[in-house]
């Protein structure tokens, strides 16, 4: 949703702001505005897939102001002679959540034409792989006629392509951010020959971008998060894609997931329920095997029960005594369940816990049909991942 | 002469009672009048009305009827090893094309073929008690009684005799073949054993199904004699597969009613691109408005013997009919061999998009060309369609207007008119992009 021109109402520049202040401290809008460059930071989880910053650089080169272009979609810098195929690339890569570099021709506010260089690159939240953010940098690229530059390398800091989808986009009502930077907005001006960027444009793209990752990185720890440019392991286990992540961080039970392939058989997601039952953080427990529940009180048979039946793929129900963080029992009314993907194979064990110490209101259900019903949720998100990893594609 | 069409194939099972003797009478605690009014059962009691899509205050959450009712049953009678095999450990795989057909590999034990149960050239046909129908399912393969509860708010209670109802019990069945995970059967009035043939209460019923669960990735299907329904036992199937079918992503070509009628809301259109021609249902400005008249439209193909498939998506909001003539075409031997050779019944989740396969081969070599010539074999002619078109919009008291057609070439999924369903709420796995 665009607004018609001049600066979004207040409400929605609150939002547009909230979106970085939510994830940063507030002093991360001063030192991004100290640095130099033409960019803007986007936020795929709202609505349009608005710009919520964009640098002070941005007027000198684009003649658009900050406040003109927040709470809009990047589209709004192309026009009638914008590569389409160029634009295609750049949607893309925002949805298969890779960086990507493209020479494009984009307008200025007056309607010139120019040529820049843009830099698209995802912000991952450090732990759970989410994308947070996408940053723009925009990098004119000069005029003159020049032999065809090296092909560029991407830069090895991003992640390779993965296939990925936002959740959102798939609605059939939500007019959301698949279609990102895209859209031709009918204005005049043709294009003369299409540029080449230089390898110093590239790596002035790149260092302001790296620029910008410091600056968040910088302010994010005090909010606790951490970024990075690319879906980082938590000790060296592969993290899940941000979209099973998203369908996951859905589901209200108490679970974790553990890869049986894997040295150990680590936890690989956990969700809040889970952190909040036992009092642990996310960053304390992926990649650990989930005997760290376990205690002095814990029933040796029964844990060997439950990895009988892991090994023969079948599910199991038990009762056993668990421990959190602060060293507290609990009974844990636990399931465990193989769950497969795509090619049918098993991919990860899902393990739903109940305290039953509490009393628990589950609108009529019992507990056990409760907890089946995360296994059931699990199953079934569990299931559109081929066996890559990534997700099923309807097309290509 | 009159000539009795039948055909051979492997029956699908539904039920774990569907292949024995078949005497009824008791002590299994079925769903029959020996057992049914005497047990309990859970009961989700539906909200009457629908305006208010979104959080209820005190009432459920959002995402109760699907994520914990009904894949939390489902799951609990997998555990219990109700179902003949676990179709998670079913290859599947979305096929490349442009439409995006969802092929599912399923070997399954071979079983011998037999005359279906009823003629295929007869839509309409009278309830045999002796055979098998759902009366004669055990109650472990019921998951909850559906029936509208009346109020503003749905609610759930855990154990109701079902006795004390105002309504006749409405229940929710495994489907024991499932073709996906979450796959069950929706029984309006059990008891009253009706034939399966579409009457307005009980697709009302269904409708209601389909915007509790709220999900555009949960979607009924019905079958009318002639078209594949395995059990002439009035019966939706429902289940969930979390990537859009290729029908749901076809254009369709708005039909311009004349002004009178639009005072329903529902909104017409023709299906298409699509291998199989069909008419969608949209809108409407309540579900009842929008189930009458999808309603009205199959039965005068059901008193006009033509058989039929009926998809609800969208959370209810979206309606497709189908008319076919496969199983005529099988019974006259006009099919060839090696389409026969597949097995694969072109019922409505076929036709849909979402096929099943028997044989490793045909799922390897699967492709959007293969589906595509499957499925026209299933639909009707650009002529036949048209006819048939013209009657329902007759029959049902529905007028073509002279206006200039609005072509509506965006897919459903492009378009952002639907209802706002809020994101937040949606309890649907992984999704995948066009």
Redesign the interface.
């Known amino acids: 949703m665009e607004s018609s021109g001049g600066a979004p109402p207040a409400e929605e520049r609150r939002l547009l702001a909230a979106s970085l202040t939510a994830r940063y401290s507030d002093w991360v809008l001063e030192e991004l505005d100290e640095l130099p460059g033409s960019f803007l930071l986007t936020d795929p989880a709202m609505s349009g897939h608005p710009i919520v910053y964009a640098s002070r650089g941005l007027a000198s080169l684009t003649g658009y102001r900050p406040r003109d272009v927040l709470g809009r979609n990047a589209r709004l810098f192309q026009g009638a002679a914008t590569d389409r195929a160029a634009v295609a690339g750049v949607r893309d890569a925002v949805?298969c959540q890779r960086a990507h570099q493209v020479a494009i021709l984009n307008y200025r506010r007056d309607g010139a034409p120019h040529w820049v260089l843009l830099h698209v690159a995802p912000v991952f939240h450090a732990h759970d792989g989410r994308v947070l953010h996408f940053l723009a940098v925009q990098v004119p690229i000069a005029a003159a006629p020049r032999r065809r530059a090296a092909p560029c390398r991407r830069p090895p800091v991003f992640a390779a392509c993965r296939?990925e989808?936002r959740?959102?986009?798939?609605?059939?009502?939500?007019?959301h951010a698949?279609e990102a930077f895209v859209d031709i907005d009918k204005r005049g001006l043709e294009a003369g020959e299409p540029r080449v960027a230089s390898g110093c444009d590239k790596e002035k793209a790149l260092s302001t971008a790296n620029s910008i990752f410091s600056a968040l990185n910088r302010y994010s720890k005090l909010t606790g998060l951490v970024v990075c440019g690319k879906r980082c392991d938590s000790a060296g286990i592969p993290a899940l894609?941000s979209?099973?992540n998203?369908?996951l961080g859905?589901?209200k039970q108490s679970f974790v997931l553990t890869d049986r392939h894997l040295p150990d058989m680590p936890v690989v997601y956990a969700s809040d329920a889970f952190l909040s039952l036992t009092g642990y953080s996310r960053e304390e427990i992926l990649g650990c095997n989930c005997r760290f529940l376990n205690g002095p009180g814990t029933s040796l048979e029964v844990l060997e029960e439950i990895n009988r039946n892991i090994c023969c793929e079948q599910?199991c129900?038990v009762h056993l005594l668990n421990y959190r963080k602060d060293g507290l029992a609990f009974p844990d009314l636990l399931h465990v369940s193989p769950?497969?993907n795509?090619?049918?194979?098993v991919a990860f064990h899902v393990w739903v816990h109940l305290d039953e110490s509490i009393k628990h209101d589950?609108?009529?259900?019992?507990p056990?049909?409760?907890?089946?019903?995360?296994?059931?949720?699990v199953?079934?998100?569990?299931?559109?991942?081929?066996a890559s990893g990534s997700?099923?594609?309807?097309?290509? | 002469m009159e000539v009795k069409l039948t055909i051979k194939r492997v029956p699908t099972v539904l039920s774990n009672y569907q292949e024995e003797g078949g005497g009824a009478g008791c002590g299994r605690n079925c769903l029959g009048d020996c057992c049914l009014p005497a047990s309990k059962l859970p009961l989700y009691a539906f909200k009457a009305s629908n305006q208010n899509k979104f959080a209820q205050e005190d009432g459920l959450p959002t995402d109760f009827f699907l994520n914990s009712l009904l894949l939390g049953q489902w799951e609990d009678r997998m555990a219990q090893g109700l179902f003949r095999y676990d179709v998670t450990a079913c290859e599947t795989k979305v096929i490349p094309g442009e439409l995006g057909f969802v092929a599912q590999l399923n070997e399954g034990r071979h079983l011998k073929k037999r005359p279906t149960e009823f003629r295929v050239d007869r839509v309409l046909q009278p309830f045999h008690s002796a055979k098998f129908n759902f009366t004669k399912v055990g109650q472990e393969e019921v998951l909850f009684r559906f029936e509208n509860g009346g109020g503003d708010s749905s609610y759930f209670l855990a154990n109701v005799p079902n006795t004390e109802s105002s309504h006749p019990p409405s229940v929710v069945a495994i489907n024991v073949s499932p073709i996906e995970y979450g796959h069950v059967l929706l029984i309006p009035r059990v008891l009253d054993r009706l034939p399966q043939r579409i009457d307005p209460e009980s697709f009302l019923l269904a409708l209601h199904m389909a915007a509790e669960a709220a999900s555009p990735y949960f979607r009924l299907g019905y079958n009318s004699l002639g078209a594949f329904a395995t059990i002439n036992h009035l019966h939706f199937q429902a289940y969930y597969l979390s990537v859009p079918f290729p029908v749901e992503k076809a254009p369709t070509k708005k039909i311009p009613l004349a002004k009178c009628e639009l005072k329903s809301g529902v909104k017409v259109s023709k299906l298409m691109n699509f291998p199989v021609r069909g008419l969608v249902f949209e809108r409407g400005n309540t579900l009842k408005d929008l189930g009458d008249v999808v309603t009205n439209a199959c039965i005068w193909l059901q008193d006009n013997n033509v058989p039929f498939n009926v998809l609800i998506s969208d959370s209810g909001q979206k309606i497709f009919i189908f008319p076919q003539c496969y199983a005529e075409k099988q019974a006259l031997g006009e099919v060839s061999q090696d389409l026969l050779d597949t097995q694969v019944n072109p019922a409505v989740w076929e036709i849909s998009g979402h096929i099943v396969l028997k044989r490793r081969a045909d799922f390897e070599e699967a492709s959007e060309a293969s589906a595509w010539r499957l499925l026209a074999e299933v639909s009707l002619s650009e002529e036949r369609f048209e006819e048939v078109k013209a009657c329902i919009f007759q029959g049902t008291g529905l007028t073509e207007s002279d206006e200039e057609d609005e072509t509506n070439e965006e897919s459903p999924y492009a378009s952002s008119s639907s209802a706002p369903v809020a994101s937040s709420h949606i309890p649907e796995g992984c999704l995948v992009l066009q």
Request: with cysteine; glycine share 8%.
């Open positions: 949805r296939e989808a959740v959102e986009e798939e609605l059939p009502c939500a007019s698949g894609s979209s099973l998203l369908s859905r589901i599910a129900t769950i497969r795509a090619s049918g194979k589950f609108n009529g259900l019992s056990e049909v409760w907890q089946l019903g995360a296994v059931g949720a199953r079934v998100a569990v299931r559109s991942l081929s997700l099923l594609r309807p097309s290509q």
